[in-house]
C-alpha cells in the first residue's frame, strides 16, 4: 500500500489531511516540526508514523521521504525565499520521481508573481513535478487569530484584495479537497483548483 508524506500535519490544513486520508484507509506519514508534542496526536494509530521535518534541513528529507509516493505541503509563513528555503526541497522530491504533490498556494497567485508561492509553482512546472495546486481564498480561521484584534476593537477588516470580491473558506474544507485529490491522483495531476 503506498504511503503519503503530510508536512506541517499538526496545522489547521494539515491535520484534516491526515484525518481524512486515514479515515479512507491510507497511510501517513506525519511530518513534524516538534517530534515529541506531534506523536500524542495519534498514538495507537497504526496508519500514521510521525516524523520530524525541516525545510530548511535537506538532513530530515530523506528519512521522510522514505517509502513516498505522494506529497502534500503547505509554505510555512516564514519561509519567504523560496530558492533558499523551499527549492533543495522541490529538488530532492524531483529525485525521488514522487508521483503526486499537492501544494496550496493561493487564490490570483498567477497574477501575482512576487509572492514566494507563485515563485514555488513556477519551480514546479519547470521541474515537471506532478502537481495539484490548491489556490484558496482567506482563511475563516484567520478570524478569529489574525484579525481577531481589527474586529473586536476596531470593528475591521482589512484584506490585501484591493478593490476584488473575496471570500473566506474553512481550512477543514481545503484539507479534505487536498486528502480527495491525494486519493485520485490520475484525475488532479496538472490541476490547478
Same mark, same amino acid.
Given at each position: ?12 490544513i494539515?491535520?484534516?489531511?491526515v ?18 508534542? $506531534? ?7 497504526? %496508519? ?7 525545510? %530548511?534541513?535537506?538532513g530530515?528529507?530523506? $528519512?521522510?521521504?522514505?517509502g513516498? $509516493?505522494?506529497?502534500?505541503?503547505v509554505?510555512?509563513?516564514? !519561509?519567504s525565499?523560496?530558492?533558499? @528555503? ?6 530532492? %522530491? ?12 493561493l ?20 521541474l515537471?513535478l ?6 484558496? $481564498?482567506f ?6 487569530? *489574525? ?8 470593528d475591521? !477588516? ?12 474553512? *481550512?477543514? @474544507? ?7 485529490? !491525494? ?11
Amino acid at each position: 500500500m503506498e504511503k503519503i508524506l503530510v508536512l506541517g500535519a499538526t496545522g489547521n490544513i494539515g491535520f484534516t489531511v491526515v484525518q481524512t486520508l486515514v479515515e479512507a484507509g491510507h497511510q501517513v506519514r506525519a511530518g513534524v516540526s516538534n517530534l515529541e508534542k $506531534s506523536k500524542a496526536l495519534w498514538q495507537g494509530n497504526n %496508519l500514521v508514523d510521525v516524523v520530524h521535518f525541516n525545510f %530548511l534541513d535537506a538532513g530530515t528529507y530523506a $528519512s521522510a521521504l522514505e517509502g513516498i $509516493s505522494k506529497v502534500f505541503f503547505v509554505r510555512p509563513p516564514q !519561509l519567504s525565499k523560496p530558492k533558499e @528555503d523551499m527549492f533543495p526541497f522541490l529538488h530532492f %522530491l524531483k529525485e525521488r520521481q514522487i508521483a503526486h504533490v499537492v501544494f496550496v498556494s493561493l487564490i490570483g497567485v498567477e497574477k501575482n508573481p512576487v509572492t514566494p508561492h507563485h515563485k514555488i509553482e513556477k519551480e514546479m512546472m519547470r521541474l515537471d513535478l506532478p502537481f495539484t495546486f490548491l489556490r484558496p $481564498s482567506f482563511f475563516m480561521q484567520n478570524l478569529n487569530t *489574525t484579525h481577531q484584534e481589527d474586529i473586536q476593537k476596531h470593528d475591521d !477588516l482589512f484584506i490585501p484584495a484591493g478593490k476584488a470580491r473575496t471570500s473566506f473558506i474553512d *481550512t477543514r @474544507d481545503i484539507g479534505e479537497i487536498a486528502a480527495i485529490c !491525494l486519493m485520485n491522483t490520475p484525475q488532479h495531476i496538472e490541476k490547478k483548483i
